[in-house]
């Protein structure tokens, strides 16, 4: 497959000086730009194309999307882009989007946080049976610290199956889970480099725990592995010798789980920490960073990849694809949403924590309403203390049911996934009051998902401002009309919008006086 350029545009081959010709000039990044003088040698101006005759200022070679990160993520993965579509839970990143992106020389994860063992593996069978041979398909681990025993069964799930690569996210500590999919099937090649069966990209925001993932894995995870016999001592030794994970995703100020971090501040000091640990641990290889969160135009993206990063990865924006595993209800909801219209709120997975995630404020009232429960979880130990007042408020306004009716049916659900979560509520009260509060938590991502406009006012949907900026940059163009912003359309626009970009910032730093709107690229079709 190739990235064309606009089929209406021309190369410029006669010199351009006027800010009308010098912006279609930069958008021409496929020909060499040549930087000329005028007549009078005081103004500055470009030719496109083959090289002209006379006094040239200096040249700048052809510019691909493709070229904007870095070439060892694209040979690494056998992809043509170094571009990721990342993983959105509850399978709103389905399986039909990581086709796509394949099928498209890209990358991307299958969201199977927050599904169950059964629905993960289906969707593994799927992707193994529709992508057999290619290497450029993933699915998402996530960390689970109420259920250590799903994290550590999908990760097996993951490895029996071959997939070929995993995005860990949500760690703020290396689990047994992690460690054994880095280190199975580590072994040496024919010239002595160790090799990697699985490819673990690991997604953080905070150095610290940036620093794990480019350490080897610790030697109190490994054993157990080693004398349980899921490792192999050789597996062990070489794991203690290569980083966790290969790649690593700084994710900034994104929607759902995330630290609200600003990706300029954030990407400088993770590749310092890189560099640290590169030369501490004597690797051979650099571990490749990436960036997400806030990526929604495609100024954001080329100043991802101006800040040096090896590739890209979107998550709010591919919410509005075609593919994206989510209601048309909540897809219209998120395509009004401008950059302000998100908020922190509670987590589900990570409710007793007090872990919060960034979800869309515009036309729902979920972040308030999950709210109200994480107060009522502090300020009360059990379901029985809650004061009259307050539990016929929460039934009527929160749960649309008695608290009663709640517990029967969360009980029911944990004990059809694991019994013994059931168990434990039933002795104790705490436990019980967090698992009726997450009822509430985990089912309005369920409603929209399926679109209940009954619950439409409790919609829970994971979004950062990447998702405003993206529906002001799309607004009148191609990308307008929601059936026709397919996850490749947005990819290819946002990586073709990124290298228009950066061939105005480098024209703009040689002298040519590049006007403003040589930096504004309006979406158009790609194939």
């Not at 529709?130 to 250590?148: F, K, M, Q, T, Y």
Request: net charge neutral; proline share 7%; aromatic share 6%.
């Amino acid at each position: 497959m190739s990235v064309l350029a606009s089929p209406d545009e021309a190369v410029t081959t006669s010199p351009a000086f006027t800010p009308e010709q010098i912006a279609a000039c930069v958008r021409q990044v496929r020909h060499h730009a040549h930087i000329v003088t005028d007549p009078t040698g005081r103004e500055l101006g470009l030719v496109m194309g083959p090289r002209p005759t006379g006094g040239i200022v200096g040249t700048l070679p052809p510019l691909y999307p493709e070229w904007l990160g870095g070439r060892t993520f694209c040979e690494a993965h056998g992809v043509r882009f170094p571009y990721v579509a990342g993983e959105m839970a509850n399978g709103i990143a389905t399986t039909r989007m990581v086709v796509a992106m394949a099928r498209a020389e890209m990358l991307g994860f299958f969201g199977a946080g927050g599904l169950g063992l059964p629905e993960v593996e289906r969707a593994v069978h799927e992707l193994a049976a529709e992508l057999a041979g290619r290497p450029n398909w993933g699915v998402n681990l996530i960390h689970s610290p109420g259920e250590p025993g799903l994290e550590y069964r999908v990760a097996k799930l993951l490895l029996r199956h071959a997939v070929p690569c995993i995005s860990v996210s949500a760690f703020m500590e290396l689990t047994p889970a992690v460690v054994l999919c880095s280190a199975a099937g580590l072994h040496r090649g024919p010239d002595g480099q160790i090799l990697r069966r699985t490819r673990v990209f690991a997604k953080v925001s905070r150095p610290e725990v940036a620093a794990r993932f480019l350490s080897p894995a610790p030697p109190e995870l490994l054993r157990p592995l080693v004398e349980s016999g899921e490792l192999s001592a050789e597996e062990a030794a070489l794991a203690a010798l290569v980083p966790v994970a290969e790649d690593l995703t700084v994710e900034s100020d994104s929607g759902g789980h995330t630290d609200n971090r600003p990706l300029g501040v954030l990407v400088p000091r993770i590749l310092l920490l890189r560099e640290e640990l590169t030369r501490r641990h004597g690797y051979t290889r650099a571990v490749r960073i990436g960036a997400a969160g806030g990526l929604g135009t495609p100024d954001a993206v080329a100043a991802a990849f101006a800040l040096g990063v090896a590739y890209v990865v979107t998550g709010s924006v591919n919410q509005v694809a075609v593919e994206a595993g989510i209601s048309d209800e909540a897809k219209a909801m998120l395509a009004d949403a401008d950059i302000a219209d998100v908020i922190m709120a509670p987590a589900a997975d990570m409710f007793e924590l007090g872990v919060k995630l960034q979800v869309l404020r515009r036309g729902s009232l979920f972040a308030q309403r999950a709210g109200h429960l994480h107060a009522a979880y502090q300020a009360h130990s059990s379901l029985e203390e809650l004061p009259p007042q307050l539990r016929a408020k929460l039934e009527r306004e929160v749960f649309g049911a008695p608290i009663d009716d709640v517990w029967a049916r969360t009980r029911h659900f944990w004990q059809q996934r694991d019994p013994a979560e059931a168990d434990r509520a039933e002795q104790d009260p705490k436990h019980r009051m967090a698992l009726v509060f997450r009822w509430y938590l985990g089912n309005s991502s369920r409603w929209a998902i399926t679109g209940d406009t009954t619950r439409r006012s409790d919609f829970q949907i994971w979004c950062g401002p990447a998702m405003g900026a993206f529906n002001r940059w799309a607004a009148g163009s191609c990308l307008a009309e929601r059936a026709d912003r397919s996850v490749v359309q947005i990819a290819l626009n946002l990586l073709e919008g990124a290298a228009v970009v950066t061939r105005a910032h480098q024209l703009r730093t040689y002298g040519v006086p590049v006007p403003s709107s040589a930096f504004a690229f309006t979406p158009c079709p790609l194939a």
